[in-house]
């Protein structure tokens, strides 16, 4: 397994959960990445990114909310969710890919998916 997701699960409306995404060496040194989140009947959307050198880029959206994050050290990155909503709701995918801080290109290596549910 390349990618790992890990840390989904149900919370109420203003709670924080924290995300990991545990990816194989040669992967997590060489590529940005992202989280992307799907809701239901929703595409799959673009949340946040991180390059290999730590440069962060957000969905408008969520700035201020959600944070990413990557521990080089243990080839992980997270993604700290706060004052959580109902419409945060979705399964969080995360991905390795291209990007400098501006852009983010996703590259064919996708975790499997960890549900967040937020109750109101």
């Known amino acids: 397994v390349q990618l790992q997701a890990s840390g989904g699960g149900s919370v109420q409306a203003g709670e924080s959960l924290r995300l990991a995404c545990a990816a194989a060496?040669?992967?997590?040194?060489?590529?940005?990445m992202g989280w992307y989140r799907q809701a239901p009947g929703k595409q799959r959307e673009l949340v946040a990114s991180i390059t290999t050198g730590g440069i962060t880029n957000y969905a408008d959206s969520l700035k201020g909310r959600f944070t990413i994050s990557r521990d080089n050290a243990k080839n992980t990155m997270y993604l700290q969710m706060s004052s959580l909503k109902p419409e945060d709701t979705a399964v969080y995918y995360c991905?390795?890919?291209?990007?400098?801080?501006?852009?983010?290109?996703?590259?064919?290596?996708w975790g499997q998916g960890t549900r967040v549910t937020v109750s109101s």
């Open positions: 991905n390795a890919g291209l990007g400098s801080g501006g852009y983010y290109l996703p590259l064919d290596f």
């Open positions: 060496r040669n992967i997590f040194n060489s590529y940005a």
